[in-house]
T-cell receptor
Framework: GQNIDQPTEMTATEGAIVQINCTYQ??????LFWYQQHAGEAPTFLSY????GLEEKGRFSSFLSRSKGYSYLLLKELQMKDSASYLC??????????FGKGTSLLVTP | GAGVSQSPRYKVAKRGQDVALRCDPI?????LFWYQQALGQGPEFLTY????????KSGLPSDRFFAERPEGSVSTLKIQRTQQEDSAVYLC??????????????FGQGTRLTVV
């Protein structure tokens, strides 16, 4: 089976930095994805990691350690519009992405 | 089209009614996925198409759920004899190529199904 864990909720202040962690136990591994989803909207792609290390893309960075089954999404210079759900997903041995339950991030003034 | 389009956006069905949900993927995308997302949860995989071939339907919760993509573009997810536990948002996603090298899937806004 697939087991993907991430915190349910997080709160952070505008302008700050927040790290959202994701741990996984899957049968096979072919990439880890982070998606952002605002309420009532489609998930939108943020990042993809398949090798260990840090991938940086503007204010967002994503880290992967395959040996530890661990990833994090780092959001810098938080803005109010960053309030959303952040979904960690692993592509195991097939084509489909297996999603965690999502982390609801609230950015406060 | 510019993105993945799903219709209807909202559907209210009486228990026992059949429903059909439509997905128009991005033109030229080979792969198409259906996911079910319950309130406050992450999307759960339902089924996968590569062109017109349904390669994986392991996530369909029962034989009341049926999906097709007859010409390799538009897809329809059909739910027969709907039940209250079918209430969820049904998301469609497409990606360009048909193997595990895809690094990005594009999601539609989903169809919110409410069974009363």
């Amino acid at each position: 089976g697939q087991n993907i864990d991430q915190p349910t909720e997080m709160t952070a202040t505008e302008g700050a930095i927040v790290q959202i962690n994701c741990t996984y136990q899957t049968s096979g591994f072919n990439g880890l994805f982070w998606y952002q989803q605002h309420a009532g909207e489609a998930p939108t792609f943020l990042s993809y990691n398949v090798l260990d290390g840090l991938e940086e893309k503007g204010r967002f960075s994503s880290f992967l350690s395959r040996s530890k089954g661990y990833s994090y999404l780092l959001l810098k210079e938080l803005q109010m519009k960053d309030s959303a759900s952040y979904l960690c997903a692993v592509r195991a041995s097939g084509y489909a992405l297996n999603f965690g339950k999502g982390t609801s991030l609230l950015v406060t003034p | 089209g510019a993105g993945v389009s799903q219709s209807p956006r909202y559907k209210v069905a009486k228990r026992g009614q059949d429903v059909a949900l439509r997905c128009d993927p991005i033109s030229g995308h080979v792969s198409l996925f259906w996911y079910q997302q319950a309130l406050g949860q992450g999307p759960e995989f339902l089924t996968y198409f590569q062109n017109e071939a349904q390669l994986d339907k392991s996530g369909l919760p029962s034989d009341r759920f049926f999906a097709e993509r007859p010409e390799g573009s538009v897809s329809t997810l059909k739910i027969q004899r709907t039940q209250q536990e079918d209430s969820a948002v049904y998301l469609c996603a497409s990606s360009l190529v048909g193997f595990m090298g895809d690094t990005e899937a594009f999601f539609g806004q989903g169809t919110r199904l409410t069974v009363v």
